[in-house]
């Protein structure tokens, strides 16, 4: 309550200023138009004139504050002012002045017809000072101090979005940023001015006049541009040893949300130089909404964006199965504060608990599963291969087999490229499981589908967080290899393929998003010590620390038996089932079993009699 009634005082107290000093500007503005008429002489103007100036001046002051209050000019934050309030003025002021003459007429006061035509310039010029006078000169002193101590900044775009992010770093209290050029590749806006700035040419100049104006920051303010137009601009701004900023979405600019703290730092994922997946999210929608999803492993990356992307889709209920507390707490958080009004249930359970697992099902009866729970750490996996098999293989077993006997529709299991010619026990983990749900889905109602993808951008161990700790640190920043490579997808279009590919499942299916050209990771690296303004290798070091235990220099997305099918969506493909023998499979799934349940010391062997094509790395520690 205190604060309350302080701003509300100093609110009133503003008001109060600004009503005196709209008296005095009243009281000028009705007598300078005479000083002006008779040549700046006070005497030498008539006395008929300034009887009735001074008359009428008390109405005249009583007119304009009300007309004045009647157009906000007391309720506006000037600081901010902009071309609505400029207007307000400029109505306020012309309004005053037709009443001034009409209340003159009316009391048959004489004055000169100049006189109402001057009474409105100088009452607008005085109001205009007095409500701008202040942001002026603190925007001069602010700029002086910039050009002293500010980040020097080029613009790369001249449009709507740059234009948006001049004014707003031009006009920020707080913006320590000095602008000191635009680029556009548009040859009409060559030589031309935005907010007294100027566009000095196309992309072929950014890095001269990078060099010239001796530039920090280098802000790409093109928020429609395409991946592949992004990855040329940054291309050549890594040529320049500036750091790399960009704007949002368009839809936040027509929003009224972009401003200098909305810019943010160019993702590794611009490089990638593909366009994001796009589905159908209609379909999706059909889909999900009304029915009852569980997710498993809920509360990690690609779980978590799940839950994220399924509450937005109107499902009767979804249900969060995650043996994490902390990360099951935080979506469940996220989503009842996003998703008031949807049934959330959040519960902790292991997939490895067959009981568990059971009773979930039948008690809330899910109609899709969406199988995200697994260890996934390939190096960790290696020391602990009996952990990574009775999670993942048997974890699905179990989960799978509850679906099946509580009549669960469909089941999606989320694979990984990694299952493909494994070199890992994580992968050769996760290929046992893509045979589990191929096999289920031959003998039983439920439809079962595998989604395989590629490595995840800042998912819960992945590198590219470990590059930027490192950059933060001052280096080094690690890589395993020179040569090593990896497809890349980010979060959202790895859960909106597993989404997509609910809708397609027929049952049997393995689907595989096409990710494009594989990224070398030591080119990563550099790209994103470049882009956070430092030099490779003067700034920050790149150090090789060898292939770490069952990595492999490449991965793979599709055996070699498989063939691929397109589906509507051209970028999301379908690998036909592999035929496999079940009852050995199945013996060799409970030999696998015994195994780990008795704490194997290797458990490799069994492994290679189910997946033949797992040839364990060398790298790898037994």
Known sequence: MKVLNRINTQLLQRRVVLVVIDIMTVCVASIAPLWFRFELSYTDIPEVYLSSAWNFMIINVIMTLVVFYVFKLYHSLWTFAGMAEAQNILAACFLSAVLNFGGMRLLDYPIPRSYYFLYAMVLTALTVMSRFSYRIIRGMHHKAQNRKNGTRVMIIGAGDAGNTVIKEITNSNYSTMTIKCIIDDNESKWGRFIQGIKIVGGRDKIVEYAALYGID?????????????????????????CKLRTLPGIYQLVNGEVNVSKLRDVDVEDLLGRDPIKVDLDSILNYVKGRIILVTGGGGSIGSELCRQIAGHQPARLIIVDIYENNAYEIQQELKYKY???????????????NRINSIMKEYHPDIIYHAAAHKHVPLMEVSPNEAIKNNVFGTWKTAQAAVQNGVKKFVLISTDKAVNPTNIMGASKRICEMIIQTYNRHYDTEFVAVRFGNVLGSNGSVIPLFKKQIAAGGPVTVTHPDIIRYFMTIPEAVSLVL??????????????????????????????????????????????GLRPGEKLYEELLMSEEGLTDTENKLIHIGKPIEFDESRFYVQLNNLKHAVENECEDVRPLIQEIVPTYIPNSHAKF
């Open 340 to 354: 008031p009004n949807l049934d959330l249930v959040v519960l902790i359970a292991s997939v490895r608990n067959t």
């Open 217 to 241: 920051e280098i802000i790409i303010a093109i928020p429609s541009a395409n991946r592949a137009t992004m990855k040329a601009l940054v291309e050549i701004c890594k040529e320049t040893s």
């Open 500 to 545: 997509q590919a609910g809708v397609y499942a027929k049952g049997g299916e393995i689907f595989v998003l096409d990710m494009g050209e594989p990224v070398r990771i030591l080119d990563l690296a550099k790209n994103l010590i470049r882009l956070s303004g430092y030099k490779v290798d003067e700034d920050i070091k790149i150090e090789f620390t």
